[in-house]
């Protein structure tokens, strides 16, 4: 199984980039469930994702946040 990260969505199509830096474009259209941008997908050997990897999306959402945090705080 690979996991991509949704990068953004445009015109229908879900950009998505894994760990190692390859793209891979879904259409939205053909994913049987709803995405947005950040989340994480998992592909089995299909060439849709089989469903999302909720905590790891979780978990790096939180990351980014406390990052900005940390940046907000700085520039004060």
């Known amino acids: 199984m690979k996991e991509y990260t949704v990068d953004r969505i445009e015109n229908g199509i879900a950009i998505c980039i894994s760990d190692d830096d390859k793209v891979h474009k879904v259409p939205v259209a053909s994913i049987p469930f709803a995405i947005s941008e950040g989340d994480i997908l998992v592909f089995g050997d299909e060439e849709g994702p089989s469903g ?3 905590e790891k999306t979780k978990l ?6 406390e990052k900005l945090n940390a940046l907000f705080e700085r520039s004060k």
């Open 52 to 54: 999302k990897n909720e």
């Open 60 to 65: 790096r959402r939180s990351q980014a946040q």
